[in-house]
């Protein structure tokens, strides 16, 4: 009871700061957040590691969303106890970002996978991967819907049945993500 209330609160209050500040940080301080898995016996988290970003570095915006995506998709910092989402599907490597700022297909991201995407092992590994993604791409206004590919490929279906054959939306509130009892 005190325990389970005690993480409920200090989660809820993390979501709430991440939420408000990520984009006044990202804009002001130059750090980016990236969301990974926090792992224990019985549950997993998504829980925000701030990276440095150099502003000055990205002059187009496709740069700098490559540049989120690739730090996404690799390895957290050692220290943070946070695990890289791709890490836990054996193979799974993000190939290429593209981005679509303008035209019929404005704010789309397109992400090319490995073809590990389609032989992901259970339905927990596709929710904590799009999980992360998704809460990754909240605070970014401009970013409206993703779609995934796998090898250059788009596809139906993930194995556990989740349709991917049109675009993810993105939801810019991290309400969705994090919630017991769902």
């Known amino acids: 009871g005190r325990v389970r209330r005690g993480v409920l609160v200090s989660l809820s209050a993390t979501i709430g700061a991440v939420a408000f500040s990520t984009p006044i940080s990202a804009a002001h301080f130059g750090y980016v957040s990236i969301y990974g898995a926090l792992t224990n016996v019985l549950v997993m988290y998504l829980v925000p590691v701030c990276l440095p970003v150099n502003r000055a570095d990205f002059e187009q915006e496709a740069d700098f969303f490559t540049a989120l ?15 890289s989402t791709l890490a836990t599907v054996e193979g799974l490597e993000l190939l290429s970002v593209s981005w679509q700022a303008d035209g019929q297909s404005a704010g789309l991201l397109t992400l090319d996978f490995s073809n590990a995407l389609a032989a992901i092992a259970s339905s927990a590994q596709e929710n904590l991967l799009l999980d992360s993604l998704l809460a990754t791409l909240a605070p970014y206004r401009q970013v409206q819907e993703v779609q995934l590919l796998a090898g250059g490929q788009p596809l139906d279906f993930l194995p556990s049945g989740l349709e991917i054959d049109q675009p993810l939306p993105v939801k810019h509130s991290l309400d969705a993500f994090n919630r017991v009892g769902q």
């Open 69 to 83: 995506l690739q730090a996404w998709a690799s390895p957290p910092p050692a220290e943070s106890g946070v695990y």
